[in-house]
């Protein structure tokens, strides 16, 4: 023999030979106790190829007697092409990406893992009571093999040792494909055959076997047009693909569910299964399906398969939640279709992300928590009309993620709204243009919208009542609105005030949830002020009116115009009357004494718009005289509620009896609010049936 090379010295110097050979033995006894324990059931079973372990055999005695000068004659080729790990070869091929992870875990080779799968295959006896019962568990995997593989509901129990036998033989098929698969490069094709056999073993037996068998196929879709990929199938169509991909992402759950259960506790949460030796030999395979799923859902361009490749994923999460690397590595692909894509994957990604979030172990929860918002603010950069809903989504969806844990929540939310106070205060202190860049934008908004959203859920006085205790949050309420109204106050111009009622929106939200007062008043009247009181007239435009929605800074060419002005009187003048109209305002025994300097305010303004304003029309003095009409009407109202009161302000436990008892929806406030927004409603969907080019006339 030639001398041999570096890698074959450092193999056999290292003893991975030594470990090998015990593998490959420790493989053998597994399989003879197997052979032992299915006794007279394995008579009419096709047999293992004595002669083939037998030369086996004698090939991991010479190796191993032919000392350390034999050895170096090998090359590494001879090594990976000897008889002790021609059975190894698939296996390793499909844990090639969790190489990280295996260090981890046990150092057993995978075939010896995968080989002890048969162990638990004699479980078919009792499966036709729970097939009789799957419509009941699992309706959902119920219509679907209703809907598309109706035979495999026809379970023959009579039948069970003669599938078993096929099985066996058709291991000794796939052992004998694998050896031509090493040695040609022409691959078997998977046809729907022997796709439906599989099938029918793992529903009828939950066959271990034919899921392993499945998922070696599921490999080769997932890693078909790559290049130095060594598979086990080829796929010749289309359709073979789908159905390939859509039955493992169906069976896989159901057969791990029945073999190795997990426990969901009563919050939601659930646990890993209990290492036992079935999880234990499930678990490279498993893990190795799991990564073939987050290599393929980026491959997937057809949402009829993206979105069961995320549903379907989240269900086997118990069992890879210990791998770190396989979890950041979903979770990332989940963020992705999360912030871009169509509605019904977005929804999918999302739910994928709240499964991952429900997992009893804390830093799962810290890592889901860090990279949602983190997204949530990458994604909110620019905002159009087009982007807003998809932004909203996003926000709506990951406060739901942000209150499922409260206490583990705290700590993010305490030092994302610190920060928001950073740069405000950076901003007060530096007063450059660069400066107030950090606060007026688009990521700015979101956030403090985004956490009003959390804390409005959170704290919420009907969430409050059904936890039975104050919510660790509350405590966030506070520094969040400091922050907020420090923002308003930072730059007052008119090109400012879009963003202004922005925050304000924000702020009304939050007060209305978490039933907190929250003085909004202040903020609103310089605009309403500044627009009723002008120096000189409105320049006239053609301009279309300003979508308030969708911007934070209005365009130049929009200052001193007449319908500039009619959208902020018309839009600062709805969210006051909204404010007033909240339960922590309207709803409050002093309401007629809280809307004293509002009323004061806007009649004061009234009155200098009428003498002092040359541009002022009818139109806005008319929205403004209507707010303070119906005020004045709801504070003589609850003046005639409160009249047969006997008790004073000092008796809060009577005040807040009296406040519980009070239906604010019956005061003309109200009323006229509740006509207000309709309106605008109704406004705005005429308006977007406009652009979409449908014949509808705005008035």
Request: proline fraction near 4%; charge should be neutral.
């Amino acid at each position: 023999m030639g001398k041999a090379l570096k890698a074959t010295r450092k193999f056999a110097s290292s003893g991975q030979l030594k470990k090998t050979i015990q593998s490959r033995k420790k493989h053998q006894q597994v399989k003879k106790k197997i052979q032992s324990r299915r006794g007279t059931k394995g008579k009419d079973k096709a047999p293992v190829d004595s002669d083939e372990s037998g030369d086996e055999d004698e090939q991991v005695q010479e190796v191993k007697g032919q000392g350390k000068t034999d050895v170096k004659g090998m090359s590494v080729d001879d090594f990976l092409g000897a008889g002790f790990m021609e059975n190894n070869s698939d296996e390793e091929n499909m844990d090639e990406s969790d190489s990280d992870e295996a260090e981890d875990e046990e150092d057993v080779a995978d075939d010896q893992s995968f080989a002890s799968i048969d162990e638990f295959e004699d479980e078919g006896a009792a499966h036709m009571l729970e097939l009789s019962k799957l419509a009941e568990k699992d309706p959902e995997f119920y219509k679907y093999l209703q809907e598309n593989d109706i035979d495999l509901l026809d379970f023959n129990p009579n039948g069970i040792d003669n599938d078993e036998n096929d099985e066996g033989d058709d291991d000794g098929d796939d052992d004998g494909d694998d050896d031509v698969e090493m040695e040609s490069e022409k691959l078997p094709i998977l046809t729907k055959e022997i796709l439906r056999r599989w099938q029918k073993a793992l529903l009828d037996h939950r066959s271990l076997r034919a899921l392993r068998k499945l998922l070696i196929a599921f490999r080769s879709a997932a890693h078909m047009n790559e290049d130095n990929q060594v598979l086990a199938w080829s796929i010749d169509s289309s359709t073979m693909y789908n159905k390939l991909v859509t039955t493992a992402l169906k069976f896989t759950p159901v057969v791990l569910i029945h073999h190795i259960p997990f426990k969901t506790l009563p919050n939601g949460k659930y646990k890993p299964p209990t290492q036992t030796a079935k999880q234990n030999a499930l678990q490279k395979l498993t893990l190795s399906y799991f990564n073939n799923i987050v290599h393929l859902i980026p491959q997937l361009t057809d949402s009829e398969l993206l979105q069961p490749a995320f549903t379907e994923s989240a269900k086997i999460l118990p069992y890879i939640i210990t791998s770190r690397k396989a979890v950041k590595a979903y979770l990332k692909k989940c963020l992705e279709f999360w912030s871009s894509g169509e509605d019904s994957v977005r929804i999918a990604a999302f739910l994928s992300i709240r499964r991952l979030a429900s997992s009893t172990d804390g830093a799962i929860m810290d890592i889901v928590l860090k990279s949602t918002y983190l997204e949530l603010v990458r994604s909110s950069k620019s905002t159009s009309t087009h982007k807003l809903p998809s932004i909203n989504f996003m926000k709506n969806s990951a406060s739901e993620i942000f209150c499922l844990d409260h206490t583990a929540v705290y700590h993010h939310a305490f030092g994302y709204i610190r920060q928001l106070a950073i740069h405000l205060r950076n901003s007060m202190k530096t007063k450059t243009k660069e400066a107030y860049r950090q606060v007026y934008n688009w990521q700015y908004v979101h956030c403090v919208d985004f956490w009003a959203l959390v804390l409005a859920r959170a704290c919420s006085t009907e969430a409050q009542a059904e936890r039975g205790e104050e919510s660790a949050l509350k405590a966030l309420v506070y520094p969040l609105v400091q922050v907020s109204l420090g923002a308003i106050k930072l730059i007052s111009n008119p090109r400012s005030y879009p963003f202004h009622l922005h925050i304000a929106r924000s702020m009304l939200h939050l007060s209305r949830h978490t039933n907190t007062y929250i003085p909004l008043a202040p903020y609103l009247f310089p605009i309403i002020s500044s627009q009723l009181i002008s120096s000189g007239k409105p320049k006239p435009s053609t301009l279309r009116p300003l979508d308030f929605g969708s911007n934070i800074r209005a365009p130049a060419q929009y200052l001193k115009t007449r319908v500039y002005m009619e959208g902020l009187v018309d839009e600062a003048v709805f969210i006051l009357a909204e404010w007033l109209a909240s339960t922590p305002v309207h709803g409050s025994i002093a309401f007629p004494e809280i809307t004293v300097p509002v009323v004061v305010s806007l009649r004061k303004t009234l009155k200098s718009a009428k003498s002092k304003s040359k541009g002022v029309t009818g139109k806005e003095i008319g929205i403004v005289k209507g707010l303070v009409e119906r005020t004045e009407e709801s504070a003589k109202w609850i003046e005639k509620k409160r009249k047969d009161v006997n008790f004073g302000p000092g008796r809060m436990s009577d005040v807040e009896r009296w406040e519980a008892d009070f239906k604010v929806e019956d005061s003309p406030l109200a009323k006229y609010v509740t006509v207000q927004r309709k309106a605008r409603v109704k406004r705005k969907n005429l308006v977007d049936k406009a652009e979409k080019g449908e014949d509808e006339i705005l008035d």
